[in-house]
């Protein structure tokens, strides 16, 4: 007879939050941030309320480690299909080509209705809250901006981009115009506007005479 094994907590924790996570992005589509509770939270997940407030001191707290927890999964997965290799915006030495597909594919993710309404609930509640803002920026956006920036140091490097472009500026001249449109819903959010976004920021960051 084989001896009895005292419970796994750290399983038993591991499942909860991730019943506790998934609960929080599902909610949030289903009734918009401002009708999710914690309460909500903690009963589509089959925990008590005092099991999220062990954790997190907020419902914004709950939705920001969930959806850092769901593009930390998407990332693991990313790079097995790749072989192990981290995720990077592609340099064929084509600059335009390689910002295009990856301007197209932020414009897949933004307009993904799973992860639409989080990311605009926790830009919003990030102005409003300037810690979690703080962290929004720090675990979600900055390490994506961070590839950019290895991109375009590649080109410049490359003779493919102007020797006096700074790299940071260059990227927000990319992000920011499919971010105002998102965020305001001013026009639509398509792969040919991506693509305009891309020929128009590139008039001001080749060389002379590049084309």
């Known amino acids: 007879m ?8 750290t399983r038993r924790s591991d499942r909860s939050r991730r019943a506790i996570h998934d609960a929080a992005l599902e909610l949030v589509g289903e009734v918009g941030y401002a009708r999710t509770t914690i309460e909500g939270i903690a009963a589509r997940a089959g925990v008590g309320k005092q099991t999220i407030y062990r954790w997190w001191p907020s419902k ?10 769901t593009a930390a999964r998407q990332a693991d997965e990313s790079a097995g299909a790749e072989g192990g290799a981290e995720y990077a915006i592609p340099d064929t030495g084509d600059l335009a080509a390689d910002l295009k597909l ?24 990030g102005i409003v809250d300037a810690a979690l803002g703080a962290q929004f920026v720090e675990n979600l956006l900055e390490p994506q901006m ?6 375009l140091e590649a080109a410049r490097s490359a003779g493919q981009a102007r020797g006096d472009i700074d790299p940071r500026i260059a990227l927000e001249l990319l992000i920011a115009p499919l971010t105002h449109r998102w965020l305001l819903r001013t ?18 960051l080749l060389p002379p005479g590049g084309e």
């Open 2 to 9: 084989s001896p009895h094994k005292a419970p796994d907590s």
């Open 102 to 125: 990856v301007l197209r594919a932020t414009v897949d993710e933004l307009n993904d209705p799973a992860t639409e309404a989080p990311m605009r609930a926790l830009a919003a509640e």
């Open 60 to 69: 914004a707290a709950v939705l920001m480690d969930a959806f850092l927890d």
């Open 187 to 204: 026009l639509p959010l398509t792969h040919a506007y991506a693509d305009a976004v891309v020929d128009h920021a590139l008039r001001g």
């Open 146 to 151: 961070r590839l950019y920036v290895t991109r």
